[in-house]
Antibody, heavy 118, light 110 residues
C-alpha cells in the first residue's frame, strides 16, 4: 500500500525542539523529492521544506530558515524534520508529501500536530 | 511571496457546475504551466486533483478540469456531487524551487 505516516508531534514550550518523522511505504522513496507542509488550524497550506531524492538539495520557507532542518534516510525510507527554537506561530498540523512535479504533491500523510504553548 | 488569491466560497446545486479562480502574477501562475489544485475534506489530508494546469492524476473523476489564462487559473467541477463539498486550494510554481499556495475556497453543495 502506498502510504506516508507522520509521527513525533506534540505539545512543546516556546524555544523548545521536536523531531518529526515520516515513514514511506509502497513507492520508490529513494527516487522521490519529499516535502514537509504545515497547516495552522483553520488556515491554508504552507510548504515548509523540501529535499531532493539524494539529499543534495534542500529548500526552506523563509520563516523557518536556521531553525528547521529537513533530512532523509533512504535506507529506512524515512523523512525527518528537526524543529528548533519553536515559536507560537509554528503551531500547525504538519504533513509530509511526495513531489510529483513542480507544485504537485500526489501522496500525503495524515499529519502530525505540533502545538507550541507555555 | 504573496499567496494566490481565491474566492472564499463558491456553491452550486447537485448536477450543476462550479468554477473556482486562482489569481497570481507573471512570477507564478502566469509564468509557468505548473498549477495544481487540491481538495481537502475536514480533518483529512489534501488530495491532488489537477496538476500542470489541466492534468488529472489517476482516480480523479473527469468531472474535474483545470485551465489557465494569463495570471489566472481555474478549476471547474461539473456535475456537482455531495462529496465534492470541501475546501479547494490552488498552488503554483514560482521559480527558484518555490511554490505558492492559494488562500482556499470552500465549496458548498446546496
Amino acid at each position: 500500500e502506498v502510504q506516508l505516516v507522520e509521527s513525533g508531534g506534540g505539545l512543546v514550550q516556546p524555544g523548545g525542539s521536536l523531531r518529526l518523522s515520516c515513514a514511506a511505504t509502497g513507492f520508490a522513496f529513494s527516487n522521490s523529492w519529499m516535502t514537509w507542509f504545515r497547516q495552522p488550524p483553520g488556515k491554508g497550506l504552507d510548504r515548509v521544506a523540501n529535499i531532493k531524492h539524494d539529499g543534495s538539495e534542500k529548500y526552506y520557507l523563509d520563516s523557518v530558515k536556521g531553525r528547521f532542518t529537513v533530512s532523509r534516510d533512504n535506507t529506512m525510507n524515512s523523512l525527518y524534520l528537526q524543529l528548533n527554537s519553536l515559536r507560537a506561530e509554528d503551531t500547525a498540523l504538519y504533513y509530509c508529501a511526495r513531489g510529483l512535479t513542480a507544485a504537485a504533491f500526489d501522496i500525503w500523510g495524515q499529519g502530525t500536530m505540533v502545538t507550541v504553548s507555555s | 511571496q504573496s499567496a494566490l488569491t481565491q474566492p472564499p466560497s463558491a456553491s452550486g446545486s447537485p448536477g450543476q457546475s462550479v468554477t473556482i479562480s486562482c489569481t497570481g502574477t507573471s512570477g507564478d501562475v502566469g509564468g509557468y504551466n505548473y498549477v495544481s489544485w487540491y481538495q481537502q475534506h475536514p480533518g483529512k489530508a489534501p488530495r491532488l486533483m489537477i496538476y500542470e494546469v489541466s492534468k488529472r492524476p489517476s482516480g480523479v473523476p473527469n468531472r474535474f478540469s483545470g485551465s489557465k489564462s494569463g495570471d489566472t487559473a481555474s478549476l471547474t467541477v461539473s456535475g456537482l456531487q455531495t462529496e465534492d463539498e470541501a475546501d479547494y486550494y490552488c498552488a503554483s510554481y514560482a521559480g527558484n524551487n518555490f511554490d505558492v499556495f492559494g488562500t482556499g475556497t470552500k465549496v458548498t453543495v446546496l
